[in-house]
């Protein structure tokens, strides 16, 4: 079949063979743009790591703070297990003794993420979580207590006029995330 098509446009006038030879690509582009999916990919792949102890695991530095920790190899939830995220600010205790409104952003978790994350906070107390955007450290949230209600509140080490652009990101890639499943 090929090569029939080969003849005849080779026996044609270069002109319609050019004509020929350009439809048919604009016809397989056409096709194979027709079963490719459209839904573009998430801003962010979003995972959340624990605290490695003893200075096991992979090091790392925060961007702000320059602070180096070490956190395990494998995340314990990534952006599957968001449900939703929204910006939000909690009230901190300073070292001085006093308190302070501090930027943050919450993560609502499906039941699923729910789980690993009161058992990851059960068994970790004492240590940290840390959320990477794109394979690098953005945030960092102490682990004081088991969270079991299913909301993470993470402070992201970006100025805080910034917070906003990253909230919208990762809602958008949240919601490409969840077109991309259903598709």
Same mark, same amino acid.
């Given at each position: 079949?090929?090569?029939?098509?080969?003849?005849?446009?080779?026996?044609?006038?270069?002109?319609?063979?050019?004509?020929?030879?350009?439809?048919?690509?604009?016809?397989?582009?056409?096709?194979?743009?027709?079963?490719?999916?459209?839904?573009?990919?998430?801003?962010?792949?979003?995972?959340?790591?624990?605290?490695?102890?003893?200075?096991?695991?992979?090091?790392?530095?925060?961007?702000?703070?320059?602070?180096?920790?070490?956190?395990?190899?494998?995340?314990?939830?990534?952006?599957?297990?968001?449900?939703?995220?929204?910006?939000?600010?909690?009230?901190?205790?300073?070292?001085?003794?006093?308190?302070?409104?501090?930027?943050?952003?919450?993560?609502?978790?499906?039941?699923?993420?729910?789980?690993?994350?009161?058992?990851?906070?059960?068994?970790?107390?004492?240590?940290?979580?840390?959320?990477?955007?794109?394979? @690098?450290?953005?945030?960092?949230?102490?682990?004081?207590?088991?969270?079991?209600?299913?909301?993470?509140?993470?402070?992201?080490?970006?100025?805080?006029?910034?917070?906003?652009?990253?909230?919208?990101?990762?809602?958008?890639?949240?919601?490409?995330?969840?077109?991309? @499943?259903?598709?």
């Amino acid at each position: 079949m090929q090569a029939m098509t080969m003849n005849f446009i080779r026996r044609t006038h270069p002109r319609h063979a050019r004509f020929l030879g350009v439809t048919f690509l604009a016809l397989f582009t056409l096709f194979g743009s027709a079963c490719h999916n459209n839904t573009p990919l998430p801003k962010y792949v979003t995972e959340f790591y624990l605290e490695s102890p003893n200075e096991s695991g992979i090091a790392f530095t925060m961007p702000q703070s320059h602070l180096t920790f070490h956190r395990m190899t494998d995340p314990f939830l990534d952006l599957s297990a968001v449900t939703g995220v929204e910006s939000g600010h909690v009230t901190v205790n300073l070292p001085d003794g006093t308190t302070e409104q501090k930027a943050c952003v919450f993560f609502f978790l499906n039941d699923d993420g729910r789980q690993r994350l009161n058992m990851a906070t059960g068994s970790n107390q004492q240590r940290r979580i840390f959320v990477y955007f794109n394979e @690098k450290p953005m945030g960092v949230r102490f682990i004081d207590q088991p969270i079991d209600s299913g909301q993470l509140f993470v402070f992201l080490e970006v100025p805080d006029k910034e917070l906003p652009d990253y909230i919208a990101d990762l809602k958008e890639s949240i919601k490409r995330l969840k077109d991309l @499943k259903n598709k």
